[in-house]
């Protein structure tokens, strides 16, 4: 299994090599827990019967003053284990956004790109600044996680994670994968329309914003939307994401397992659909 939605903010090397690492998670990423040698973190993929994680960084200099890990140390990370796919973040405010991905994917062997409109503070479909990173993300053949809907963090405003600003990306960048994050909440059926409509959306599972995984995940694809789309219509555009260390792997995969999934649809989420977006990356 591959888990696509990861944010390593809780290693303790890391914390211990690059002290402000504790204020950013504190205080902009807004996630309290204590960090946790990689170990742990290793472990909990391993009871969980996850393969490889997709670490995810934010790139929020203009916005937050800091990146929620740069991509220098997401490459420093991959380093210290082969089961880490590493993405790259990059500030969008910035001229020199394109630029810096494209160092990242060739120098630093990055192989996705992960954009937060809440985080970074801009729209998705905004053409000055966003599109010259897309250009150069579609020329490289990047997928392209974006968070989408609620976020946690205090001063991340939610309009800018809103799915239909998705909608213009989707369209002018065919060639382009999106997996829009944590299926959209609260603006799921925004989220399946995208997916459904354009080839080149994708879903991840990672949301949890209130009780706990099962019954979240339950809620979001039983009542929200029925089961059968995703079951019939969208297997092949899901991908699984726990979202940790925000959530414990574990229980997001005991979520998906229960809520009623074929088997071949549950293999699609798990393992298939991530290893045909990120290709030569999952290997």
Same mark, same amino acid.
């Given at each position: 299994?591959?888990?696509?939605?990861?944010?390593?903010?809780?290693?303790?090397?890391?914390?211990?090599?690059?002290?402000?690492?504790?204020?950013?998670?504190?205080?902009?990423?807004?996630?309290?827990?204590?960090?946790?040698?990689?170990?742990?973190?290793?472990?909990?993929?391993?009871?969980?019967?996850?393969?490889?994680?997709?670490?995810?960084?934010?790139?929020?200099?203009?916005?937050?003053?800091?990146?929620?890990?740069?991509?220098?140390?997401?490459?420093?990370?991959?380093?210290?284990?082969?089961?880490?796919?590493?993405?790259?973040?990059?500030?969008?405010?910035?001229?020199?956004?394109?630029?810096?991905?494209?160092?990242?994917?060739?120098?630093?062997?990055?192989?996705?790109?992960?954009?937060?409109?809440?985080?970074?503070? =801009?729209?998705?479909?905004?053409?000055?600044?966003?599109? !010259?990173?897309?250009?150069?993300?579609?020329? #490289? %053949?990047?997928? $392209? &996680?974006?968070?989408?809907?609620?976020?946690?963090?205090?001063?991340?405003?939610?309009?800018?994670?809103?799915?239909?600003?998705?909608?213009?990306?989707?369209?002018?960048?065919?060639?382009?994968?999106?997996?829009?994050?944590?299926?959209?909440?609260?603006?799921?059926?925004?989220?399946?329309?995208?997916?459904?409509?354009?080839?080149?959306?994708?879903?991840?599972?990672?949301?949890?914003?209130?009780?706990?995984?099962?019954? =979240?995940?339950?809620?979001?694809?039983?009542?929200?939307? !029925?089961?059968?789309?995703?079951?019939?219509? #969208? %297997?092949?555009? $899901? &991908?699984?994401?726990?979202?940790?260390?925000?959530?414990?792997?574990?229980?997001?995969?005991?979520?998906?397992?229960?809520?009623?999934?074929?088997?071949?649809?549950?293999?699609?989420?798990?393992?298939?659909?991530?290893?045909?977006?990120?290709?030569?990356?999952?290997?």
């Amino acid at each position: 299994m591959i888990d696509f939605h990861t944010h390593p903010l809780l290693v303790r090397e890391m914390y211990e090599k690059y002290p402000d690492l504790t204020r950013i998670a504190r205080d902009v990423f807004h996630i309290g827990n204590n960090p946790q040698p990689l170990e742990t973190f290793l472990l909990e993929m391993d009871v969980s019967g996850v393969e490889k994680a997709v670490l995810l960084p934010i790139d929020a200099s203009t916005a937050r003053g800091c990146a929620i890990y740069t991509n220098e140390q997401v490459a420093e990370l991959c380093e210290m284990s082969d089961r880490f796919i590493g993405f790259a973040s990059v500030d969008p405010h910035k001229k020199s956004a394109a630029r810096d991905l494209e160092r990242a994917v060739k120098d630093l062997k990055l192989a996705g790109l992960k954009l937060s409109g809440p985080t970074q503070e =801009f729209l998705p479909n905004d053409k000055k600044l966003a599109y !010259p990173i897309y250009k150069k993300a579609q020329e #490289l %053949r990047l997928p $392209v &996680v974006f968070h989408a809907g609620m976020s946690w963090e205090p001063r991340a405003r939610s309009d800018y994670g809103r799915p239909t600003l998705l909608e213009d990306v989707a369209c002018d960048f065919p060639e382009m994968n999106i997996v829009i994050a944590h299926l959209g909440w609260p603006w799921v059926l925004e989220a399946i329309m995208l997916a459904l409509k354009y080839p080149n959306v994708y879903l991840d599972t990672s949301c949890l914003y209130f009780d706990n995984p099962y019954d =979240f995940i339950e809620f979001v694809m039983t009542k929200q939307a !029925p089961l059968t789309v995703f079951e019939k219509s #969208l %297997r092949e555009k $899901v &991908v699984f994401g726990s979202n940790y260390p925000r959530v414990e792997i574990k229980n997001m995969v005991g979520a998906i397992k229960k809520v009623g999934l074929s088997e071949g649809c549950l293999d699609l989420i798990f393992d298939k659909n991530a290893r045909k977006l990120l290709g030569d990356a999952a290997q």
